[in-house]
């Protein structure tokens, strides 16, 4: 993974997402692991924003198709 631009932060995000399975397990609701994934990703000193919406474009369209939330966006 050391090839990778972002491997650091890419390495960061995957031990937090791990961390947060291994505590928590299945069979919660989407929010609760999100809010324990903020917790964790702050502890490993990410920044990130949650929810954020985005535009989607398509090819040489000037007004975007549609828009998506993203959970996190780090």
Do not use: C, W
Not at 13 to 37: D, M, P, T
């Amino acid at each position: 993974m050391e090839d990778l631009k972002y491997a650091n932060i890419t390495q960061k995000i995957i031990g937090a997402s791990f961390e947060v399975h291994k505590f928590l397990g299945n069979g919660f609701q989407e929010v609760i692991y999100q809010r324990a994934l903020a917790y964790e990703m702050s502890q490993v000193g990410l920044g990130f924003a949650r929810e954020i919406e985005q535009n989607i474009f398509y090819k040489d369209l000037e007004k975007p198709i549609g828009t998506r939330r993203a959970d996190f966006v780090v």
